[in-house]
């Protein structure tokens, strides 16, 4: 059993706001993504589901560790074309390599050691086809009364600098970059919206 599985059946999940990112809902207002679309960490599936939603014709697969947070997302009433497959980022099945137009960011970034950031990354660009985009909200600093820097715990923060540069040494080209007007009570100015393209 992961951590992340305890966590769930534990019910402490204090990432999972039942309900969609709010920059994730701008985004989609006037930027509707298509095609083949990847969320890794999905969770239940808030943001698969609104992905969903606002691209009919997009198929949507929300990827996770935990089997409960699956089992949980497929307890939902479907929204559009998405499915929820248990696996893990780092070990992807060998269908799923290079299968995505997009893959959508969202809270997984933060929740993995600093020391796995290249493996993650580079989990992403082999996701991804020739072209295809990462887009995500970025937890800069996560950091409050009850997450530290330093406790080994996530979630884990980091720089926009130590970020895009990481994006970059992947060949990952930094397309727009901005600060959300929304997101989530208590991230207020403390989260990034990025959208990347690979070769």
Not at 75 to 101: H, N, T
Request: a negative charge; aromatic letters at 10%; proline letters at 10%.
């Amino acid at each position: 059993m992961t951590e992340w599985e305890e966590h769930y059946q534990q019910g402490h999940t204090p990432w999972d706001k039942g309900a969609p990112a709010p920059p994730l809902l701008d985004f989609l207002r006037t930027e509707p993504l298509d095609g083949d679309i990847l969320v890794p960490g999905c969770g239940m599936g808030h943001d698969v589901r609104a992905i969903a939603a606002a691209a009919p014709k997009a198929r949507l697969t929300g990827l996770d560790i935990a089997p409960t947070a699956i089992d949980r997302a497929r307890g939902f009433a479907l929204a559009g074309q998405e499915r929820y497959v248990l696996g893990d980022l780092f070990d992807l099945e060998p269908k799923l390599r290079g299968a995505f137009d997009w893959v959508w960011e969202h809270t997984c970034y933060c929740a993995i050691p600093p020391e796995k950031r290249e493996r993650y990354l580079e989990a992403v660009a082999a996701a991804l086809r020739p072209g295809g985009r990462l887009l995500g909200v970025f937890y800069l600093d996560p950091y409050d009364n009850e997450h530290q820097p330093g406790n080994g715990r996530p979630p884990f923060g980091t720089s926009l600098q130590d970020l895009e540069q990481r994006l970059s040494a992947h060949g990952f080209q930094v397309l727009r970059s901005w600060v959300p007007e929304r997101s989530y009570p208590g991230r207020e100015g403390r989260e990034r919206m990025i959208l990347t393209q690979r070769p």
